[in-house]
């Protein structure tokens, strides 16, 4: 069974750090290029960041630059986000995505191939 599973939500205060990571199991992630999405309470679903397979290319929304660094371990099968500097409005579900074309990410399509069941983040005071 082709699986997607996130970790490391969790309830942190403004300025705090979380790092996520996305694992794979059924498939590897070599071929996937792999993407963060997030969806806040009442609002769709965003693209946070995309990896390509390789590593070589990223991709980050403008409210996270400088402060999130997407990441990946092809040894491990995982991806992982590390969030800095959070904001309460950063709050949300984060999921991981795979899709074998890094575009499909970049462009923000909300159509990737696979998709994990999300982490729960809330950043509050």
């Known amino acids: 069974q082709l699986q997607l599973v996130e970790s490391g939500g969790g309830l942190v205060q403004p300025g705090e750090s979380l790092r996520f990571s996305c694992a794979a199991s059924g498939f590897t992630l070599d071929y996937y290029g792999i993407g963060w999405f997030r969806q806040a309470p009442g609002k769709d679903r965003e693209r946070v960041s995309c990896?390509?397979?390789?590593?070589?290319?990223?991709h980050y929304a403008d409210s996270v630059k400088g402060r999130f660094t997407i990441s990946r371990d092809n040894t491990k099968n995982t991806v992982n986000l590390q969030t800095n500097s959070l904001k309460p409005e950063d709050t949300g579900i984060y999921y991981c995505?795979?899709?074998?074309?890094?575009?499909?990410?970049?462009?923000?399509?909300?159509?990737?191939?696979?998709w994990g069941k999300g982490t729960l983040v809330t950043v509050s005071s």
């Open positions: 995505a795979a899709d074998p074309a890094f575009s499909t990410c970049v462009t923000g399509r909300d159509s990737m191939d696979y």
């Open positions: 990896i390509s397979s390789s590593g070589d290319f990223t």
